[in-house]
Protein backbone atom coordinates (compact mmCIF):
# COMPACT_ATOMS: atom_id res chain seq x y z
CA UNK A 1 0.00 0.00 0.00
CA UNK A 2 0.99 3.89 -0.81
CA UNK A 3 2.35 5.35 2.57
CA UNK A 4 0.77 8.55 1.65
CA UNK A 5 -2.67 6.89 1.13
CA UNK A 6 -3.80 7.91 5.06
CA UNK A 7 -7.27 6.62 6.65
CA UNK A 8 -7.96 9.90 6.78
CA UNK A 9 -7.75 10.48 3.21
CA UNK A 10 -10.04 7.19 2.86
CA UNK A 11 -12.71 8.09 5.44
CA UNK A 12 -12.75 11.47 3.19
CA UNK A 13 -13.43 9.55 -0.19
CA UNK A 14 -15.91 7.25 1.58
CA UNK A 15 -17.65 10.89 3.15
CA UNK A 16 -17.59 11.91 -0.12
CA UNK A 17 -19.69 9.89 -1.96
CA UNK A 18 -17.24 7.33 -3.63
CA UNK A 19 -17.64 3.52 -3.62
CA UNK A 20 -14.21 1.83 -2.83
CA UNK A 21 -13.16 -1.43 -4.32
CA UNK A 22 -10.25 -2.96 -2.09
CA UNK A 23 -8.88 -6.63 -1.99
CA UNK A 24 -8.78 -7.87 2.10
CA UNK A 25 -7.57 -11.72 2.45
CA UNK A 26 -7.12 -11.88 -1.38
CA UNK A 27 -11.02 -11.37 -1.42
CA UNK A 28 -12.47 -8.65 -3.52
CA UNK A 29 -14.75 -6.05 -1.99
CA UNK A 30 -16.87 -2.60 -2.58
CA UNK A 31 -17.24 -0.38 0.14
CA UNK A 32 -19.71 2.85 0.64
CA UNK A 33 -21.05 4.67 2.87
CA UNK A 34 -25.18 4.29 3.82
CA UNK A 35 -25.46 7.27 6.53
CA UNK A 36 -23.35 8.21 9.61
CA UNK A 37 -21.12 5.86 10.97
CA UNK A 38 -22.51 3.37 8.44
CA UNK A 39 -20.49 1.45 5.89
CA UNK A 40 -21.39 -0.94 3.96
CA UNK A 41 -18.77 -4.22 2.90
CA UNK A 42 -19.73 -6.54 -0.17
CA UNK A 43 -17.71 -9.21 -1.49
CA UNK A 44 -17.12 -9.22 -5.20
CA UNK A 45 -15.20 -11.95 -5.45
CA UNK A 46 -15.84 -15.67 -3.67
CA UNK A 47 -13.86 -17.98 -2.98
CA UNK A 48 -15.16 -22.18 -2.49
CA UNK A 49 -16.12 -22.97 1.05
CA UNK A 50 -15.27 -19.27 2.25
CA UNK A 51 -16.43 -18.32 6.32
CA UNK A 52 -16.77 -14.62 5.40
CA UNK A 53 -19.41 -12.67 5.11
CA UNK A 54 -20.74 -11.55 1.50
CA UNK A 55 -22.61 -8.46 2.76
CA UNK A 56 -21.32 -6.81 5.50
CA UNK A 57 -23.06 -3.57 7.66
CA UNK A 58 -20.03 -2.23 9.78
CA UNK A 59 -19.11 0.52 11.51
CA UNK A 60 -16.08 3.89 10.98
CA UNK A 61 -14.20 1.85 13.90
CA UNK A 62 -14.32 -1.46 12.04
CA UNK A 63 -13.45 0.22 8.95
CA UNK A 64 -10.18 1.61 10.71
CA UNK A 65 -9.44 -1.96 11.94
CA UNK A 66 -9.61 -3.14 8.13
CA UNK A 67 -7.85 -0.06 6.86
CA UNK A 68 -4.47 -1.36 7.34
CA UNK A 69 -5.15 -4.85 5.66
CA UNK A 70 -6.57 -3.30 2.62
CA UNK A 71 -4.72 -3.35 -0.75
CA UNK A 72 -5.17 -2.89 -4.80
CA UNK A 73 -8.20 0.31 -4.14
CA UNK A 74 -9.89 1.39 -6.83
CA UNK A 75 -12.56 3.81 -6.86
CA UNK A 76 -15.70 4.52 -8.66
CA UNK A 77 -18.19 7.83 -8.16
CA UNK A 78 -21.76 7.42 -7.52
CA UNK A 79 -24.12 8.79 -10.80
Do not use: A
Request: neutral net charge.
Amino acid sequence: MNKEYTFERFWKDLDDGFQIYFDYMDIRYLMYKLKKNCYKKEMITEKEKCPLTKNEIITLKRVRELFDYMENFEYKVLD
